[in-house]
């Protein structure tokens, strides 16, 4: 579309606000839009204008049309490269997992008789994969939470949950409230859950995302697991 003119009384009597407040806003009294078209769908538009009425000559119309197919191109060319990137990204993240998983049925396979070890290499490789900071696996036995393996935990923060011991399924805690209601519990920010009720987590631990899973054996919570990241991650 050429306008010579857009403050013209033509212009001004067809009513086109959006016009006549470009021309306001930048001085445009002679301009050209061109679509950027791909096939039937409209892209957007590459727009060039003079602050005087001097209409655009044909070379000068042909040469931003170029433009804007060349411009088309580059769109489409960098929405291939996107999709192609966040492909090779989800089969990195693929192999990524069927490499862990291998790791955890190799020490599975070496550990019989021995269980910790296999706990130690899931709450390592869960967080590692999760992109969190600690990991945690409770043990559900008689009635009661018990810490079976962590990882990432500091020392002062292992302290205090040692100090605390074994305590029974209650809402005020993420492993908790996972084996309360036996499916998994996200929650995005501890800090400002009402229910959370283990300020270690947050004061020792730096905990703010938490994201708990049941351990099920025929539907019945054996168990909870438990990756967490620290403020500014989430899981």
């Not at 049309?65 to 996107?82: D, K, P």
């Not at 810490?147 to 040692?162: D, M, N, R, Y």
């Amino acid at each position: 579309m050429h306008v010579e003119d857009i403050t013209a009384e033509d212009a001004n009597r067809s009513g086109n606000p959006d016009r006549l407040r470009f021309a306001e806003l930048t001085g445009a009294r002679t301009a050209i839009w061109v679509a950027l078209r791909k096939d039937d769908a409209v892209l957007g538009a590459l727009v060039i204008y003079r602050q005087e009425v001097r209409p655009f000559a044909e070379k000068q119309i042909a040469l931003l049309q170029n433009f804007a197919a060349q411009a088309v191109i580059a769109m489409e060319n960098a929405r291939l490269l996107g999709e192609l990137r966040q492909r090779t990204s989800d089969l990195e993240q693929s192999l990524e997992y069927q490499t862990a998983t291998s790791e955890v049925l190799k020490v599975i396979s070496r550990s019989t008789f021995d269980l910790q070890p296999v706990l130690d290499t899931l709450v390592e490789t869960a967080a590692r994969l999760c992109g969190a900071d600690m990991a945690y696996i409770h043990r559900l036995e008689g009635g009661l939470n018990r810490l079976a393996a962590e990882f990432g935990f500091p020392p002062e923060f292992t302290a205090a949950l040692q100090n605390i011991g074994p305590r029974p399924p209650r809402r005020g805690s993420v492993s908790g409230r996972t084996a309360l209601v036996a499916r998994v519990i996200h929650i995005p920010d501890i800090a400002s859950d009402p229910e959370f009720d283990v300020p270690q987590a947050t004061t020792l631990g730096g905990a703010r995302t938490g994201l708990g899973v049941p351990l099920l054996r025929e539907g019945v919570v054996v168990g909870t697991h438990q990756p967490g990241a620290a403020a500014g991650r989430a899981i």
